[in-house]
């Protein structure tokens, strides 16, 4: 109950961000999805994740994301961080930094590679450590109207070896720009 005041807070916190130029992302797997609504030049983002592993008894992960755009020469790059909630295993929470960069290609299209990471100091419980990485293409038939494919980890690992993969998958989205 709590992941979702949250989530709803979060999504209510980024009812502003309309008015600053980007991307807004809706995407499924196989393991759950993600919204997420990036920056085109500067100014800020937001995450919202929720993904479940029923492979080795249930595992969830959920939480809310801050970024901030920057463009530079021939990129885009966004950087923040997560707060997750985990139960792989046990309960457990992290605080995850990272960040994304994102390269415009021929043909309306763009690839992006994506990686957060939280060591021991930053989660709770027996969590050593949390990784989420995605990698993607987006492809854009109409100025503001995208499709994106890709694929994503999200790695738990514990001190007592009861390691999981949350998700490890394709996934697939629709975007919009404004």
């Known amino acids: ?27 499924a797997t196989e393991h759950g999805g993600f919204i997420s609504r990036t920056a085109t030049g500067f100014g800020p983002g937001i995450t919202l994740d929720y993904l479940q592993s029923d492979e080795h008894g249930t595992a969830e992960a959920g939480g809310v994301g801050l970024t901030f755009g920057l463009p530079v020469p021939f990129a885009r790059v966004d950087l923040g961080g997560k707060a997750m909630w985990l139960d792989a295993g046990g309960d457990a929470t992290a605080a995850m ?13 763009e690839a992006f590679v994506q990686g957060y990471w939280a060591p021991e100091a930053a989660a709770s419980g027996s969590v050593s450590k949390v990784s989420d990485t995605m990698l993607g293409l987006r492809w854009k038939p109409l100025p503001l109207i995208g499709v994106e494919a890709g694929w994503r980890e999200f790695k738990v690992e514990r001190d007592n070896r009861r390691d999981r993969k949350i998700a490890d998958g394709a996934y697939l989205g629709a975007s919009i720009g404004f």
């Open 1 to 27: 109950m709590m992941l979702k005041k949250t989530l709803l807070a979060a999504v209510l916190a980024a009812a502003a961000l309309p008015a600053l130029a980007g991307d807004l992302t809706l995407a």
């Open 97 to 109: 930094v990272g960040g994304r960069v994102t390269v415009d290609l021929p043909f309306s299209s």
